[in-house]
């Protein structure tokens, strides 16, 4: 399909705006008239720069207030209306977007309405241009893409028809089966946004709060199918007004704009599949998303010191060294199925990510069958590729650059558990040291911290690329700011990340995240059997816990039905629980290493499908107090 | 009256927080329960921490879900009830929340509910304890405060009482007036809180967006009335749920806290003067608020060089330098009735800001009959008074520090226009310079760049010590994210202040804010008779203004019937236009001192009210596009 952006979604001025759009490779944009106005250069100037681009202006918007008025208030609006004509062909903009009326001059009457469009209609054809009409879902009398079609039907001009927006409909909860029933040419512009579900007023809820497709919580592919069964053929574009995106760097806006497209479309083509459509328009056919069955390895990029100083950490965590790699400066632990990589290799790529952001997580290794195949439908939706050098005998092992920075590497689950460090690392085992595991036995889910800026960018790569769904959206008090939290899974639940963002700079969440820069891990939750036996060993081991107070203790009596050994049991090691309607879930967590990084240990009782969240205030006030 | 605040309205931990409430007076506090389940000490150490700091516990809150419930549900939240009260005891709380039903297994049985309450507090009276029952804005059944009263009435236990909160009763648009028909002594607690009128979900709203009485939208005054009508002598207290406060220094906020109830009183007050009723509590009576008649002077902070480069900055606006400080190293320039000073003195308060925030202004002048008055009006709203050295022969200015530590100094009016200067300033001329005038005359405004933080605080400290009340909110597009702007103006609009905060990181006001601090001036408007006349003598002293796109003018004249001849010349002049039904804003932005303080030149026609801030995005936008 042509792919087009409107130029009020992206941060910055015009001319930034198209080069980020021209590079992340759409097709056109529609011209956002203020962008316009606030531009220090002419029409045909314009019209230049964007053609240098490879673009084309495929929609001048908004045309407001037009609709069902009065007499001189038209009259006055076709004069407007010529004049912004006079810049369409100077700009090379072949249609505009008029919306349905907001205006307390408008009069509910359709004919009129529709009277007055084809008048429109009729001026812009003298001079080959277009109108688009579209029901704003705050619109005073045309509210529901329905009431606009009708309109655009009594007015039966050749040079007006219907524009459609997602949002307009979705969140007005307004059915858009019907849409199919229209002829696709009389459909002469989709815009697609997605929002998340918000309790508010429809405008404002618009004005500041929609997302790109697979970002919310619309059901976006159902609306889009819609539009393709009517056999509309035009553009799909995006006209995003988000007070994020609105600051957001612009060029990973406009990745994350592209991607959602192409996600877009080959969601609805799989939808559309069963149908055998008459196909009108080619949608994006990526390699199917790669079915993910668990996170192989957490790679640290470090330097000698802290490389020393992770040994005794994950020592303490109860891992044992087990191998040396063949040709680089990096050390393998493991317990149970978990592999830890420390990395200290000079000049490599974690000694990049170490001296930006200090000992941290610079690779999540995850298992899926065909590791190529993932990487092309990484690519495909346009993440990058990365390949470190390899030496002789090793594996390549196929990795992506997530949003951040950091890596993903895709382990092929033909290896088996050991396959892949077989191959790169010579096994030397420490001498099995009784007592020092801890029973920890996956990883249960690895926790991000992210600016603010990174959540919709997260959701929608997890989405695209690793085919995870995003769960609840939580928010937390720390006691010196909000966190937003929000489960990203896999359909198994063997891969879980999740997507902490803190609303506040003055949290510990928000402190670490200037160390180590956004997309960060967090933590790191470890699974095991019994977290009374694993905690017991670990403080054994050396390993300390952030303290719960008594006072929680106290409370969850009050909230929970709990047998009172149980909770003296917790009471006693400091464990935290948390209950759902599915099972239960019993968590403790380390004090950080260097301020930041800290790990979690987790036990899973039934199919509690959580993170205990709602623990995670007394953590942040127990580290508060220190 | 004993003044309270709950602990969920600041940041940080609960000893922090109540270290702030202490040190800004109040005398007590309500315990929000997640404050105390993750404080690190018992409920009796905590007694003495509250006691050592000379405050008192005067509400444990909230108890949730009671009422109306199925009798095992029922007989388990008396269990809950009976810990909840072991805790009270042993801290030496008097007095629970319970706030009416949420679950969905509420009853709407009232007479159910007021025999479980009645159950409830006979419980209560056991331990001398008292329960205060509150509608919830969104309780299943139970919403105003007129049904809680009906159920408190029908549950008949002089242990049970009713307690208010603003916020439910004013954001459901409910009539406070019944309240004054409560019997006193059955109203248990007062909990004020104001917001923004926000088109939002009421929960949402609650849980985010209220404020200190004086910072919102409400009527909390005729609110707080009713309920001193009714006779009521207990607790004044504030229960704040703010996204921005749990983020924001809580020195800070507990000072807004208190100066919130300090006004409120003394509006509460005034209001009931007429109605002279018996009264029962003790309101504060503060001097009232000064009549402010203008703005006198500014002041900036310099070092020599940097004082050298004003002059030529001021003296291209037109203004000429009439004297010198006795004795400091401060200069005094004039144009019309504008007074600007600029003050090199090293080792002064005026240096110390310098140093700190570069070249910036540091002071501000207003005029009013009384300068001590007004400052004991300041100092009684729990703002700082500041003294300066004062030289022989020279007028002591009272002067308050306002938010973010720059000086207000107040001017007696009964100096005339120059009775301060020719004290202070060894007035000695240029030579007046033929054509070097430019018309400017009176200072418009003076618009301060804010941390987002510190909105509400301003809003605050603006009308409760300087008696400016606030105008609309607008949210204006930055290229690099949005700015809210309000106004704030004295009656006479003699004295206009404008606050901004940035909402992103990104934008040039963000940027400014980072260099000069939070509550600095980001540029300052002056006022004209002819705007084209004006502009064109500064041009040709040399002052450079911010180009305007012609796109601008093309709209401009879609938009407004202008007489061609004046979009001409305003399109010459790089002049922007706003109309209101009440008259005309002409203006023009120069460009930024050392990449950051500007000036506005402005010529209002007619009763124009505003700061032509739709104007602002093309202001931004060309600033970026350089």
Redesign the interface.
């Given at each position: 399909m042509h792919r087009s952006i409107a130029t009020v979604s992206l941060?910055?001025?015009l001319?930034?705006k198209l080069e980020a759009v021209a590079a992340a490779g759409f097709d056109g944009i529609e011209l956002f008239?203020?962008d316009?106005?606030?531009?220090?250069?002419?029409?045909t100037e314009l019209r230049g720069i964007v053609a240098d681009l490879g673009l084309s202006i495929d929609l001048y918007q908004p045309f407001r207030d037009f609709e069902g008025m009065p007499e001189p208030q038209f009259r006055r609006s076709l004069?407007?209306a010529e004049?912004?004509f006079d810049?369409m062909e100077a700009m090379g903009a072949p249609m505009v977007l008029c919306c349905s009326n907001t205006s307390p001059l408008a009069m509910d009457d359709p004919a009129l309405a529709a009277a007055q469009l084809h008048e429109l209609a009729e001026r812009a054809a003298r001079r080959n241009l277009r109108v688009g009409f579209e029901a704003l879902a705050w619109g005073r009398h045309t509210s529901l893409y329905g009431q606009a079609w009708d309109i655009v039907k009594q007015a039966d001009h050749p040079h007006l028809g219907l524009i459609l927006d997602s949002f307009h409909t979705l969140s007005l909860k307004d059915d858009p089966a019907g849409i199919a029933e229209i002829p696709g040419e009389k459909i002469f512009f989709l815009q697609m946004a997605d929002a998340p579900l918000?309790?508010?007023?429809v405008?404002?809820w618009a004005r500041h709060h929609r997302s790109f497709p697979g970002q919310g919580d619309f059901d976006v592919t159902g609306f889009f199918t819609q539009v393709l069964r009517a056999g509309y053929t035009g553009p799909l574009s995006l006209e995003i007004f988000n007070?994020i995106f609105?600051?957001t760097p612009n060029r990973r806006t406009a990745v994350d704009a592209m991607r959602s497209l192409l996600y877009l479309e080959s969601e609805a083509r799989q939808r559309l599949a069963a149908e055998q459509p008459q196909q009108r328009v080619e949608l994006f056919n990526p390699p199917p998303v790669a079915a993910l069955s668990g996170l192989s390895f957490i790679e640290f990029a470090a330097d000698e010191a802290s490389a020393l100083a992770l040994d005794t950490l994950v020592r303490q965590l109860g891992f044992r060294r087990i191998g040396k790699h063949r040709s680089k400066a990096v050390t393998l632990y493991r317990q149970g199925e978990i592999n830890f990589i420390v990395n200290a290799q000079p000049d490599s790529f974690a000694r990049g990510r170490f001296e930006a952001h200090g000992t941290s997580v610079c690779a999540l290794g995850v298992r899926c069958a065909d590791p190529l195949a993932a990487v092309e439908r990484a690519t495909a939706m346009r993440s990058k590729r990365h390949d470190s050098p390899v030496g002789p005998n090793e594996l390549r092992v196929p990795a992506v650059v997530a949003p951040g920075g950091n890596l993903i590497h895709f382990v092929a689950e033909s290896l088996g558990a050991n396959g892949l460090y077989e191959a790169d690392f010579i096994l030397e085992e420490d001498a099995p040291t009784a007592g020092n595991d801890a029973g920890l036995q996956q990883i249960d889910h690895v926790a991000l911290g992210l600016a603010l800026d990174q959540l919709d960018t997260w959701v929608l790569f997890t989405r695209a690329v690793l085919g995870l769904e995003p769960g609840e959206s939580l928010e937390l008090?720390d006691?010196?700011?909000?966190i937003r939290s929000r489960g990203v899974a896999n359909a198994e639940r063997s891969v879980r990340l999740v997507l902490n963002v803190s609303?506040?700079?003055?949290?510990r969440t928000a402190r670490t995240l200037s160390v180590t820069g956004g997309g960060a891990v967090h933590h790191i939750a470890l699974n095991c059997e019994d977290i009374f036996e694993t905690a017991a060993k670990l403080r054994a081991n050396g390993t300390r816990f952030v303290?719960i107070?008594?006072?929680?203790y106290?409370?969850l009596?009050?909230?929970i039905d709990l047998a009172p050994e149980l909770q003296e049991r917790m009471r006693a090691a400091g464990v935290l629980f948390d209950r759902s309607p599915a099972g239960d879930y019993l968590h403790i967590y380390t004090e950080s290493f260097e301020g930041g990084l800290f790990f979690e240990v987790a036990q899973r009782i039934g199919a509690y499908d959580a993170y205990g969240a709602l623990n995670a205030?007394?953590r942040m006030?127990?580290q508060?107090?220190d």
């Open positions: 941060s910055g001025t001319r930034q008239e203020a316009f106005i606030n531009f220090k250069g002419t029409a004069e407007r004049r912004k810049l918000l309790a508010m007023d405008l404002q007070d609105r600051e008090a006691p010196f700011g909000l609303l506040s700079q003055r949290t303290p107070s008594d006072n929680y106290d409370d009596a009050t909230r205030p007394a006030a127990s508060a107090q």
